[in-house]
């Protein structure tokens, strides 16, 4: 058998899905155990891309997750060229009927609502769709009276729908002022990437604003930027830590630190709830 047959016989016997290619060093690693080490490259420390389903996943107490509105799905309000046609293939490609996935669920056996945006579905641009259901996921947050919780990634507004996607911004901002008025918690978590108009929006209110280790992040694309103003960027200007050094999100930090890291804030947010509840309006601690 020559080196040729050879090579291509032990491509044919190894099994589709067992590897995977890191998108930023190259190494070929271990589908197992890059899962076990939640997406997150052993070699050079690289966050993976997340379908909104796997950061449920990890996010979640297992079993905990109901989905809400799942039969939501965008209209054509322009009649765009092919616009439909592309709503039925990314649908067929990620498995979503949108950009976003929002249900009820705990984390860390704290009550909260949970919005997912998902990159995989028309790079997780906000149109009609995705608005109605953040606004949804929002009101519910204040019918149970608990946080909401979300982790957002987006190419910005869905330009087939124009100014109806722009008015999302509107709309979302402002679910997100009376959820505000109400004293209820609004934790953010931006992860790659995030831009243009969710993260001028709602992405950028939280009380809490985190973002993951190495996701881009800002309102315009740096090769936007430097095509439109024939300029070339310091490097990592669109990072999670350039914006964190920057006061526009109040922690950076690894996927794995993440989940403890919601926990214990939901826990202090639940126990600081719970502290105000006891005080009367004179100031005496209620018996």
Known sequence: MSEQQANKAGQESVPDGLWTKCRKCGEMLYQRELEENLYVCQRC??????????????????????????AIRSADPLGFPGYREKLVDYEERSGLPE?????????????????????????GSMGAAVGEKFARAAEAAMAR??????????????????????????????????????GLPYITVATDPLTAGVFASFASLG???????????????????????????????????FQHQRGMVDAVVSRRELRPLLERALKLLAGSKAAQSTVEPGGDTAT
Request: charged fraction near 20%.
């Open 207 to 241: 009380d809490i604003a985190i973002a993951e280790e190495g996701a881009l992040v800002g309102f315009t694309g740096p090769r936007v930027i430097e095509a439109a103003f024939k300029v070339k960027l310091p490097p990592g200007t669109h990072t999670a830590e």
């Open 45 to 70: 420390g690289d966050h993976a891309r997340l379908s909104a389903r796997q950061r449920i996943a990890i996010t979640a107490d297992e079993g905990s997750f109901r989905e809400r509105d799942q």
């Open 99 to 123: 950009a976003m996935v929002w249900g009820e669920c705990t984390i860390g056996g704290q009550p909260v609502v949970l919005v997912v945006m998902d990159f995989g579905f028309m790079g």
């Open 145 to 182: 009276r608990v946080p909401l919780v979300a982790f957002t990634c987006s190419g910005g507004a869905r330009m087939q729908e124009g100014i109806v996607s722009l008015m999302q911004m509107a709309k979302t901002s402002a679910v997100v002022a009376r959820l505000k008025k109400q």
